[in-house]
């Protein structure tokens, strides 16, 4: 069972649950705390960044015991990522504690097979798809969709991870054993687009709902690299980005902050490529760019508060991730005071206890009145820090 500190004051004001201890976690709770709410974030290891908040604990999160002694005294109960327990704790949370997003929806989103067959009913527009469960299948979607493919785990992937071009039939052996699993593998027609996009919506219990500006997202080695906000398309083609971002969070009956990534095709056409049902990557900029962040306006939705407003706060925002490059421990600090120098740079270091190749340790945040001027900033600001 877990013990709460004795200086836990309970207010008038809510108490928010986190599920998660990353970086998600510690931004959601740094926006719950700033507007005077109690939080409590609930892990099954020590990921780092949580320890910035005296109400953080570690246990097995798997232990219904543990997540009803968790929830209760909570107003709400959130997740940090959609492999949060949120299925577990349903069953045991208390009445008066809501949970947001709902299990369901979770389960809608987390199974890339399952998240497409739930917007193809709704009549979203998606790459063409076929969910596969044999090598042979995989061939005979290729032949239908046309080659290259590209295959995606249905569950566990993220950052590069968990997805294949297979360009002909005689690899699709190969690609299969490294991704299938029990019920097989997600197969998408190969989009030739001119860039990715996604878009984050705010939403409430109710279905009133907010949308941030679309950003153009850059990925370098299936990772991504920077954000742009706004998106350099025309008008009607964001506001028809907005307007299928909303939709497919209607379709999901998502409540919180979720974000939606697209494909803006050559022929002018927009594409849902994935849903994250929780802030996300591409809505760090947010933070400083837009007058309610993500992480916010994802404590008000899920508590079932007023959404705050989602314009931008200067012309333009340039978000870029800081990497790991090495592996060890503990993450070292080279180059992060230059990286303070820079003008208008806003350093975000996570507190994550370990580096790895790759692995996505802070961002760099910079405003400006144009695309070029801002993003040269913020590539300086995050070039100098070597963790």
């Not at 015991?65 to 349903?90: H, K, M, N, Q, Y």
């Not at 503990?330 to 994550?352: E, F, M, N, S, T």
């Amino acid at each position: 069972m877990l013990s709460h500190s004795p200086d836990f004051v309970v207010t008038s004001f809510p108490t928010l649950g986190i599920l998660g201890g990353g970086q998600l976690g510690k931004m959601m709770a740094a926006e719950a705390v700033r507007l005077g709410m109690g939080v409590r974030l609930l892990a099954p290891k020590d990921a780092g960044p949580m320890q910035a908040y005296a109400h953080a604990t570690t246990a097995d999160w798997t232990d219904p015991d543990i997540l009803r002694d968790f929830a209760t005294g909570c107003t709400a109960v959130t997740v940090e990522s959609e492999w949060a327990p949120a299925d577990v704790l349903a069953p045991v949370c208390p009445e008066d504690t809501a949970l947001w997003p709902s299990p369901q929806t979770l389960g809608w989103i987390r199974h890339k097979g399952v998240q497409n067959d739930r917007l193809a009913a709704h009549d979203l527009p998606l790459p063409s798809y076929r969910c596969c469960a044999t090598p042979d299948e995989v061939r005979a979607a290729g032949e239908a969709l046309g080659w290259p493919l590209m295959l995606k785990q249905y569950e566990g992937s993220y950052d590069g991870y968990g997805n294949r071009l297979v360009e002909r039939p005689d690899e699709v052996d190969e690609a299969w054993n490294d991704l299938a699993a029990d019920d097989g593998v997600l197969a998408e027609q190969c989009i030739d687009f001119v860039r990715e996009l996604a878009v984050q919506i705010a939403r409430r219990p109710n279905g009133t709902s907010v949308a941030y500006p679309v950003v153009h997202t850059e990925q370098r080695d299936h990772r991504c690299h920077a954000v742009v906000a706004p998106a350099p398309m025309a008008d009607d083609l964001a506001e028809e980005a907005q307007a299928i971002a909303r939709d497919a969070i209607d379709a999901v009956e998502g409540v919180g902050l979720l974000a939606v990534e697209l494909f803006e095709t050559r022929d002018g056409a927009i594409l849902v490529n994935e849903i994250a049902p929780r802030p996300h990557n591409t809505g760090h900029y947010t933070i400083e760019g837009c007058v309610t962040s993500q992480f916010e306006n994802h404590v008000r939705a899920v508590l079932d508060l007023p959404l705050g407003a989602t314009d931008l706060v200067a012309p333009y925002a340039v978000m870029v991730n800081v990497l790991g490059q090495r592996e060890g421990t503990p993450p070292r600090a080279d180059g992060w005071k230059q990286a303070l120098q820079v003008p208008g740079a806003h350093v975000h270091i996570y507190g994550k206890p370990d580096v790895r190749p790759h692995r996505k340790m802070g961002h760099v945040t910079a405003l400006g009145d144009t695309a070029t001027e801002t993003r040269t900033r913020a590539e300086e600001a995050a070039e100098q820090i070597i963790l």
